[in-house]
């Protein structure tokens, strides 16, 4: 039998003025029967323009549906997907007969006097009929330890599915020596790692389950959930709302990503812009991404963003994420999230994060309680407080900070207090309370550079 072989290619023509452009292409192919893998090949120039880099990366769905997505730079890629074996980013199984389509994401294509010029070719190759060989690993345990209590861990990182630099072994192996509790995987795009990992292999870290939907206009995490979800907004009208409620259905928050980061052409598709996006979809808000500070200033942005957010009287915890990609990634300048959770699984994680019981560090041990004078009950980060003598003590104790550091207390207002630290100890300070309150510690080294922070506790006058 004679394969058919697939040869597109084009230009990519950035309108004068625009600066950049973005988009999809998708190319149709059918598929015979017969078929045991399919190969593709993209290659596209120039990479570079000026100081920067077109990026285009290729995607590959079956009748059915996703079949794998390789989110990384390279502008050569040879690709396969196979019954039985799948290049990192893709999923291996069955080669159903029918109409494929293969995607060119476009995520930037930057201005030039010489078109984009892009060539994809598909070839296909004979093989049986099956549903691949993916190894079976009995499942982990639902729940790790069933002691409520804080659990530190990762709730942003990449493999080799996407563009991170290690398999997911080595990505397992590597958290487990930083001792985290809980590792979130967030491929871009692609949830291609979660079958490789043996639950084994984690001992008594718990593994959550995500992706990074990485749009042209904004990145988002989903965490707790095997499902795929799809990520292409602006396809067939697809918008981002649909993507947070589909992830919801599945069980799964929905976090938007360094949403201050800096955008397109430099970091594609990296900024917020969805400025239609229902805000009550969101679970919470990564106020805090990699090491602090950055580059481009994204985190101290995100932190101001998210300050005006609580002003609004919006409830959208606070998060923070390594956005693991390479050794050496988890260093001093790069926060640890901290979750009070019931017992340590998947869905007390994700309870915990909804109800804001988080606390964010590089470093510095924080703890903070509200307690409401005479009657009531003292509360926690995360906690509604109500104070019926309208008086009560914020308490915030500390351990393991720098010599120099500061502390700030908070509230949606502003600046309540701000006071330069011992390395450990504790503060006691007495608030009036007139109506409803948020209040939140948030920690500086002697540099100005944040080290630590609470969520809200939430104080009512009762
Ligand atoms: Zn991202
Ligand atoms: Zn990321």
């Known amino acids: 039998m004679k394969l058919p072989v697939y040869h597109f290619e084009g230009h990519i023509e950035v309108e004068k003025g625009q600066g950049f452009y973005r988009g999809y292409l998708h190319f149709p192919f059918n598929v015979p029967e017969g078929v045991g893998a399919i190969h593709l090949s993209l290659r596209y120039s120039p990479v570079r323009v000026g100081e920067l880099d077109n990026l285009i990366t290729p995607g ?12 990384r730079h390279p502008a050569n890629e040879d690709l396969a ?23 060119l994401t476009v995520h930037t294509v930057v201005e030039d006097a010489t078109p984009c010029h892009y060539t994809l070719d598909i070839s296909l190759e004979a093989g049986r009929p099956g549903a691949g060989v993916a190894t079976y690993y009995p499942p982990a345990p639902a729940r790790l330890n069933d002691r409520p209590g804080w659990y530190g861990g990762e709730l942003h990182s990449h493999t ?23 590792l979130a995987i967030t491929d871009h795009n692609t949830n291609a790692a979660l079958g490789e990992i043996d639950p084994a292999s984690l001992g008594p870290m718990l593994l959550i389950p995500g992706m990074e939907l990485t749009t042209l206009y904004g990145h988002a995490l989903v965490l707790g959930t095997r499902q795929w979800i799809d990520w292409r907004t602006g396809y067939q009208g697809r918008t981002i709302d649909q993507a947070a409620s589909e992830a919801h259905a599945a069980g799964a928050l929905f976090i938007m990503a360094h949403p201050q980061a800096v955008g397109s052409p430099i970091c594609t598709g990296c900024h917020w812009e969805f400025s239609h996006f229902d805000l009550d979809l969101a679970d919470a808000f990564e106020v805090w991404n990699g090491p602090w500070p950055d580059p481009y200033d994204q985190n101290i942005k995100g932190l101001h963003a998210w300050r005006e957010l609580q002003a609004t009287g919006r409830r959208l915890p606070a998060t923070a994420g390594t956005d693991f990609h390479s050794l050496g990634n988890w260093n001093s300048a790069s926060p640890r999230v901290w979750v009070y959770a019931r017992e340590l699984s998947v869905a007390a994680v994700l309870d915990g994060i909804r109800q804001g019981r988080v606390i964010l560090s590089a470093g510095p041990k924080l703890a903070f309680q509200v307690l409401p004078d ?15 003598s309208q008086r009560a003590t914020l308490s915030v104790s500390w351990d393991r900070v720098p010599q120099g550091n500061s502390l700030h207390l908070r509230n949606a207002e502003g600046l309540l207090l701000s006071t330069s630290l011992p390395a450990s100890g504790s503060l006691q300070q007495p608030i009036q309370i007139h109506r409803q309150e948020r209040v939140w510690v948030e920690l500086y080294g002697e540099n100005g550079f944040l080290i630590a922070m609470t969520n809200p506790i939430f104080i009512q006058p009762g």
Do not use: K
């Open 60 to 71: 590959l769905y079956d009748p059915a549906g996703f079949r794998g997505e390789a989110h």
């Open 81 to 103: 997907v196979g019954v039985d074996r799948a290049s990192p980013g893709f999923v291996a199984g069955e080669i159903g007969a029918g109409v494929w389509v293969a995607q």
């Open 160 to 182: 080799f599915h996407s563009d991170g630099a290690l398999p997911p072994a080595e990505l397992v192996a590597q958290a487990r020596q930083q001792g985290l509790d809980f």
């Open 374 to 388: 005479g009657a009531g009950t003292p509360g926690e980060v995360g906690d509604i407080v109500v104070a019926p």
